[in-house]
Structures are given as C-alpha cells and as structure tokens.
Nanobody, 122 residues
Framework: QVQLVESGGGLVQAGGSLRLSCDAS????????MGWYRQAPGKQRELVAV????????NYADSVKGRFTISRDTASNTVYLQMNTLKPEDTAVYFC???????????????WGQGTQVTVSS
C-alpha cells in the first residue's frame, strides 16, 4: 500500500503564512507528479499546484500564483506547499496527491492523503 500523510495545516490570520508537508510512504517504486488540491465547504475539489518528478515547471492555479510555492524532496518522497499572503478564500481542506508506481511492472496510480484543514481568518 501507499500512504500519504499531510501536516502543517491550522488557523492563521489573513496575510499570514503556512507551510504544508506531505510524506509518501509504503510500497513505492517511483513517484511521478505530486501535488496539492483543496476543497472548500460547498465547492468542488480544485487543483492548487502540481510538480513533476524532475521538479521543474510547476503549475499553479491562477488564484494562488505569486503567493504559493510547491517544492519537492525526491529523496524522501515529500512534497511541500509554502503558502504566503493567505486570504480568507484560501480556507479549505488541502489534500496531497501523488502518482505512484508501486513496482517496476505497475502502471502509475493516483493516491490521496486524508487532508489537512487550513483556515484563514479575516
């Protein structure tokens, strides 16, 4: 099995910063892309940021460009999301995702963490 465990969520005032971490563990042969999604109450889950295995050319949602930075430690199978200048509209549950091959013969599959709550007060 593959487990993704997020940490770093919490309550912060508008304009503040948080850093989310996500550790992937278990049966992992390789990880392609890793990323972050979020889901606010009553809304659909949306992509926040994604980064490939090489770590180059990360992609961001327009709403977070210039404020959030995704990075990755390939050696430890960890992905981070540095969130600066947070806004109340960033309030959501943030989910980590990874595209993982468990063995050399496996096709890549998507795995998800349980999510971590981020609340930004105005």
């Amino acid at each position: 099995q593959v487990q993704l465990v997020e940490s770093g969520g919490g309550l912060v005032q508008a304009g503040g910063s948080l850093r989310l971490s996500c550790d992937a563990s278990g049966m992992i042969f390789s990880i392609n892309a890793m990323g972050w999604y979020r889901q606010a109450p009553g809304k659909q889950r949306e992509l926040v940021a994604v980064i490939t295995s090489g770590g180059s050319s990360p992609n961001y949602a327009d709403s977070v460009k210039g404020r959030f930075t995704i990075s990755r430690d390939t050696a430890s199978n960890t992905v981070y999301l540095q969130m600066n200048t947070l806004k109340p509209e960033d309030t959501a549950v943030y989910f980590c995702t990874a595209v993982v091959r468990r063995t050399a013969r496996d096709k890549p599959n998507d795995y998800w963490g349980q999510g971590t709550q981020v609340t930004v007060s105005s």
